[in-house]
């Protein structure tokens, strides 16, 4: 169980469109999913904290209005890339968080979405 | 100074040793403790909750040390397969605020 899946897995686009990156929880619902970066050979950097049916939170020194984030149900949260440039490649990753299990808040990772920006 | 701090290392161990891997955090509010694991190029995958009374899966032992804010990791019988970041993960008591080590490498040496 707590399968977390992302689509697409691999994406190469041109500098100035916009990329959207799907997150879905696959056997379990998950409330809060969040949204992560990691640059090679850095740690994962969490950009935003989406909240189903209210507006995301965003870390400091990331861009809501490049960053569109989106969690319309229970299962799916989307992440939009808008107008990306070359500095937007990276790894990004989203994570559910799982049922509670005692006090515990367990994270699921999907696989991560290579974006990179030509 | 940072929430969670880990030793980034990098461990270089041969087959069958044991090493552990210690991980302290800066709030004593914190509520949850967790092990991931990364593989390059991958997402990181839950490896272990940390319980209050300490936990063990197979060769893996996790500890937590409330007094002292850390939490360790040992793996027993170290394989090629265990080398990896191994990622300390600690929750607030909100329950939506994650905080992440840089993580610590691992490669096991034949």
């Known amino acids: 169980g707590a399968v977390v899946s992302q689509h697409p897995s691999w994406v190469i686009c041109k500098s100035g469109t916009s990329v959207k990156i799907e997150c879905r929880s696959l056997?379990?619902?998950?409330?809060?999913m969040f949204w992560y970066r990691q640059f090679p050979k850095q740690s994962l950097m969490l950009m935003a904290t989406?909240?189903?049916?209210?507006?995301?939170?965003?870390e400091q020194g990331v861009e809501k209005d490049k960053f569109l984030i989106n969690h319309a149900s229970l299962t799916l949260s989307t992440l939009t890339v808008t107008s990306a440039h070359p500095e937007d490649s990276s790894f990004y990753i989203c994570?559910?968080?799982?049922?509670?299990?005692?006090?515990?808040?367990?994270?699921?990772f999907g696989p991560g979405t290579r974006l990179t920006v030509t | 100074r940072k929430e969670v701090e880990q030793d980034p290392g990098p461990f270089n161990v041969p087959e069958g040793a044991t090493v552990a891997f210690n991980c302290t955090y800066s709030?004593?509010?914190?509520?949850?403790f967790f092990w991931y694991r990364q593989d390059c190029r991958k997402e990181p995958k839950l490896l272990m909750s940390?319980?209050?009374s300490g936990n063990e899966d197979g060769r893996f032992t996790a500890q937590l040390n409330r007094a002292s804010q850390y939490i360790s990791l040992l793996i027993r019988d170290s394989k090629l397969s265990d080398s990896a970041t191994y990622l300390c993960?600690?929750?607030?008591?909100?329950?939506?605020?994650?905080?992440f080590g840089t993580g610590t490498s691992l490669t096991v040496i034949p």
């Open positions: 709030n004593s509010a914190s509520q949850s």
């Open positions: 056997d379990f619902q998950a409330t809060t």
């Open positions: 994570s559910a968080r799982g049922g509670v299990t005692g006090l515990s808040y367990e994270q699921y």
């Open positions: 940390v319980y209050s």
């Open positions: 989406s909240n189903e049916g209210s507006k995301a939170t965003y």
């Open positions: 993960v600690v929750n607030m008591y909100t329950g939506n605020q994650f905080y």
